[in-house]
């Protein structure tokens, strides 16, 4: 199962960093250290690759959040979320980069890139309770904002997400 995982790692921050089209299966042999027999032992196509990939990262972020009831679940979601852009890159959210190579060609794997959307956003109006459903979709836009704002000003954008986060939950209704 290391070998797999070793996979898992390499394609990861090879497609984040590359592009999913423009990563070679030599590449990503290389860099996970395995013969290009084992990779296909593992991952009989690039479509079972790139879905296993979205799964294991979409999990892995979430399993860092607390739970909906926390008093502190959404400071954890922008903590998090900063967390991951220092020690994984502040280059764009790789579910959009998923989704954008996918869209027009693979249906299966563009539909996987935007659930993370859809669970981030489910996830941030479970913490709000169904009270306020403008408030919880500012603060999902605070937090792909964040994503996008990190290009030019780092990981800081997700921090001062937060912030903004955290305040309009302190002072209330959103209106629009």
Not at 15 to 35: I, P, R, W
Request: hydrophobic letters at 45%.
């Amino acid at each position: 199962m290391r070998k797999r995982d070793d996979i898992l790692q390499a394609a990861e921050r090879l497609f984040y960093e590359n592009g999913f089209h423009t990563t070679s299966t030599d590449q990503l042999c290389q860099e996970a250290k395995v013969s290009t027999r084992t990779f296909y032992r593992y991952f009989p196509s690039r479509e079972i690759l790139t879905e296993a990939v979205m799964a294991a990262r979409q999990q892995r972020f979430f399993e860092g959040l607390h739970a909906p009831g926390h008093p502190q679940a959404i400071s954890q979601l922008f903590l998090l979320l900063e967390q991951w852009m220092h020690e994984y890159g502040a280059s764009g959210c790789f579910f959009i980069k998923a989704w954008g190579e996918y869209a027009r060609e693979d249906m299966r794997l563009s539909a996987l890139a935007l659930d993370f959307r859809y669970a981030l956003r489910r996830y941030i109006a479970e913490c709000l309770g169904s009270s306020d459903a403008a408030l919880a979709d500012t603060i999902w836009i605070l937090f792909e904002g964040a994503i996008t704002s990190a290009l030019i000003t780092g990981p800081e954008a997700a921090f001062r997400a937060g912030e903004a986060a955290l305040f309009l939950l302190a002072h209330g209704k959103v209106k629009i």
